[in-house]
């Protein structure tokens, strides 16, 4: 019985020892190590605060293994140094230890030496060392001590990462420039896949005076321009200086500069990646995007590489060409700068006199420019003596005063000047007495022959204003008549009717006002029979519009190749002379909007109504997105654009707007934009994108309409908020009854409304990847889809500066990012 109870317990021991060996096999990730351990290759380390983890990885498109600290949350990679990166391991067996001397130490399988910490001092007898990753990122060695006599503990730092940072420059980190690592305190990667130092380095060329400079190889590649105790002279100040002084520079008396970075707080994991092509990048990580964000880029900009107009010569990236000559100087080659090469830069045309007797020199100020390279310093001395002393050197070219930095002067060459556009420096340029003088003589005879050429110039505008007004008035009828017979060649509409133009004023009583049904997209709609009896709509073009013609065709096109029964049927159109008319199906109970915000009609839409419009709706989008031969986005949909017939079924109309989209296409951009405020998206608001998803937004503002029984571009509540918004903060707060119309506001009935409200708001998300296609709210409308997604804030909660309710056009006449309206239309 004994035996057997001793055996159990030994049996129970193993058990327990072989569990403790599984769970540390399998746990990877320790927080740090002692000397008596060693980080293998499948063990990492991770901080306190899970943000950063050492361990070995390979980059991109190699299997050469590295050890090194990396961001421990984002999807994307960022390793933010690297221990043996000139030593790559070429298989798995790698591992990191602290050596019999100290040393951190990472070596092969077979201990070869790969890297080390080269820590010059070994531990004090009775103490030991550990190794920890900090939760800023930094990894660091440290020692701790024990007293035998009192029993008191000590710690201190013998070694950490961001004293020896590769190519990041995290917050927290002071990066010191020396005389030792002046020129290479960070060093690129070699490339994406290879970290080994690349032909980059990033420090400075002076300790007294400093600026940072990106060197390639021994030549300089980009430059700051001198810290002033604030700034750097020559960048923007937008550049990096916009949330807070997040980098400077510290300096001390024995010859030693720190470069700070403190970080955007606003912003998740920000500090700057040092490139493998040359550039320093302020980056960080947006976890809503899942990916990383630039905030400062350089060099930027052609004009940011060093010296690339040459000497005296002075570089703008707004202009074109973007290099020129300092005023008194004339290119160095005229052949090679007519070329574009500019390297060589100007010479000076004059020479200067340099206190010559009536002949002395000048100055010409260049407003905000990046100072030129080289500057030497006057110290103590204000403005006034730094023009002084200047003019009093027969060898300085030329000053800037700055009250941080003090007085600047050259004596060489002016290399890599920068126009900004702002910040910079005045820069006041030496130039002989000559040059000023012939300068404005130069500027005296402009002045004549503008005044002179300018009176000649409006005659004869004058003269061809009216000259093209005639023309323009009997040429009008032929231009517009062969344009109408052009898009017929085009279309082919051999199968649908032409309508005789006096057919069409007796069916309308000659236009009468009582036939006026409304206005749509380009002109008047009025109601007409014809002489079988048949009840039709005519919408009549309007020629005061200069885009009428295209949206007749595109029209004519879109309609007579459609059939279904959610879009309205084209009978037929008219064209003669100027008159252009599009005959439809007559639909006695006329748009959507006449009922919906209406306080006696809208009676009439109970819920099984207004569920059955958008379906049918929905049902027509899938048609044109998906079914039809034709791949169709409407642009314009909205409550006034959705017809109902005698039975109150829905038929999308107005096609004037549309785009054609081939089969393989998700994407168009339009330098136009035409739509109504408050049905538009936003991304075709704002930069003249769309796709079926412009379409699917306008679907979800209508949808949020039916069930709420308010006109989005006309709704106004507290805060400014639109209707959209409306909609949010109730949604967010988890209360819906108080959007839902009272109409239809039947407890039995929440479940389906409040999942319409939802999906409403699916569709009107902000960003175009978040929204589903139509055929997918199809089937969430129909409950094939039981989990509904949740949805993101909509965009436009906040109202719209335009008071508008009707569409618009306006044309787009610059880039994306800088748009301006250059025409403006009402329909």
């Known amino acids: 019985m004994m035996v057997f109870l001793q055996g159990s317990r030994i049996t129970f021991i193993y058990f327990l020892l072989l569990c403790s060996c599984l769970y540390l096999h399998i746990s990877t990730a320790i927080q740090n190590f002692r000397a008596t351990q060693i980080l293998k290759n499948s063990k990492t380390i991770v901080s306190r605060n899970g943000n950063f983890k050492l361990g070995f990885f390979s980059p991109p498109n190699t299997k050469n293994r590295y050890l090194g600290v990396w961001y421990n949350k984002v999807s994307v990679m960022d390793c933010i140094w690297v221990a043996n990166r000139n030593n790559p391991l070429h298989d798995s067996s790698g591992v990191l230890r602290i050596s019999e001397d100290g040393n951190l130490q990472v070596s092969s399988g077979e201990n070869d030496f790969l890297w080390s910490s080269n820590i010059s001092t070994r531990p004090t007898s009775g103490c030991s060392r550990v190794v920890q990753l900090l939760n800023s990122g930094n990894l660091i060695l440290q020692e701790f001590c024990t007293n035998t006599t009192s029993g008191e503990s000590s710690s201190k730092i013998v070694w950490e990462s961001f004293i020896h940072p590769t190519n990041s420059l995290l917050p927290e980190m002071n990066l010191s420039l020396t005389g030792s690592n002046m020129r290479d305190a960070l060093q690129c990667w070699k490339s994406p896949s290879d970290p080994s130092y690349g032909r980059f380095s990033l420090g400075t060329d002076s300790l007294t005076h400093p600026q940072l400079v990106i060197w390639d190889g021994d030549h300089p590649y980009w430059r700051s321009g001198p810290w002033n105790g604030n700034s750097f002279l020559g960048l923007l100040d937008a550049d990096l200086f916009t949330d807070d002084a997040d980098t400077y520079i510290q300096q001390n008396n024995q010859g030693k500069v720190d470069l700070v970075y403190s970080g955007v707080h606003k912003f998740s994991f920000p500090h700057y990646a040092f490139d493998y092509d040359g550039t320093i990048n302020e980056i960080w990580w947006d976890f809503r995007k899942r990916q990383w964000k630039t905030k400062y880029r350089a060099?930027?900009?052609?004009?940011?590489?060093?010296?690339?107009?040459?000497?005296?010569?002075t570089c703008n990236s707004l202009k074109s060409p973007m290099c020129r000559c300092l005023r008194g100087f004339t290119p160095k080659s005229e052949e090679e700068w007519s070329k574009g090469n500019w390297s060589n830069g100007c010479v000076r045309r004059i020479s200067l006199q340099c206190g010559a007797e009536g002949s002395q020199d000048g100055f010409l100020v260049l407003n905000m420019v990046k100072l030129p390279d080289f500057a030497e310093w006057f110290t103590g001395i204000n403005l006034n003596e730094c023009k002084s002393q200047c003019l009093n050197n027969c060898s300085c070219l030329a000053y800037a005063y700055d009250a941080g930095a003090g007085c600047l002067y050259w004596s060489r060459d002016l290399i890599d000047i920068q126009e900004l556009t702002s910040g910079g420096v005045d820069l006041f340029l030496r130039l002989s007495h000559l040059e000023l003088g012939n300068k404005h003589k130069q500027k005296a005879v402009l002045a004549g022959a503008i005044i002179s050429s300018t009176a000649l110039i409006v005659l004869l505008i004058c003269f061809l204003l009216r000259w093209l007004m005639q023309r323009k008035v009997t040429t009008r009828k032929m231009v517009e008549n062969r344009k109408v017979k052009d898009h017929r060649s085009q279309v082919e509409l051999k199968e649908l009717p032409q309508f005789d133009f006096q057919a069409l004023v007796v069916a309308t009583s000659n236009f009468h006002e009582n036939q006026k049904l409304g206005h749509g997209g380009f002109g008047q709609v009025y109601k007409g029979t014809l002489k079988d009896g048949q009840e039709i709509a005519v919408k009549r073009l309007s020629t005061a519009y200069g885009q009428g013609l295209k949206e007749f065709m595109t029209e004519v096109v879109v309609i007579s190749r459609l059939q279904h029964v959610n879009l309205v049927r084209l009978v037929g159109f008219c064209t003669e002379g100027e008159e252009r008319m599009l005959i439809y199906e007559y639909m006695p109970n006329k748009s959507l909007d006449a009922f919906l915000f209406n306080p006696t009609k809208r009676e009439l839409l109970d819920w099984n109504k207004r569920f059955n419009i958008i379906e049918g709706i929905c049902r027509g989008l899938v048609y044109l997105h998906r079914d039809s031969r034709l791949r169709i986005i409407h642009r314009d949909l909205k409550a006034s654009n959705i017809l109902l017939d005698k039975?109150?079924?829905?038929?999308?109309?107005?096609?004037?707007?549309?785009?054609?989209?081939?089969?393989?296409?998700?994407?168009?951009?339009?330098?136009?934009?035409?739509?109504?405020?408050?049905?538009?998206?936003?991304?075709?608001a704002m930069e003249g994108h769309f796709s079926e998803k412009s379409d699917v937004y306008s679907f979800g503002v209508l949808l949020l309409e039916i069930i709420t029984g308010k006109r989005s571009s006309a709704f106004w509540f507290e805060q400014s908020l639109t209707l959209l918004g409306y909609v949010w903060k109730f949604w967010i707060e988890g209360n819906i009854l108080p959007v839902v119309d009272p109409v239809i506001s039947d407890p039995l009935l929440w479940k389906e409304t409040e999942r319409c409200i939802q999906v409403g708001l699916l569709c009107v998300q902000e960003h175009v990847k978040d929204r589903p296609t139509i055929s997918t709210v199809m089937s969430m409308l129909a409950s094939d889809i039981k989990d509904l997604p949740c949805p993101e804030q909509p965009g436009f909660t906040k109202r719209l500066t335009a008071n508008d309710t009707e569409s618009h056009e306006f044309e787009q006449s610059s880039s994306i990012n800088y748009m301006s309206i250059t025409s403006l239309s009402a329909r």
């Open 647 to 684: 039975d109150l079924n829905p038929k999308i109309s107005d096609f004037g707007m549309a785009r054609i989209f081939g089969r393989c296409q998700d994407q168009e951009e339009t330098r136009r934009i035409v739509g109504t405020y408050g049905y538009m998206s936003p991304e075709y």
């Open 299 to 313: 060099p930027d900009v052609e004009c940011d590489f060093y010296g690339k107009c040459g000497a005296y010569g």
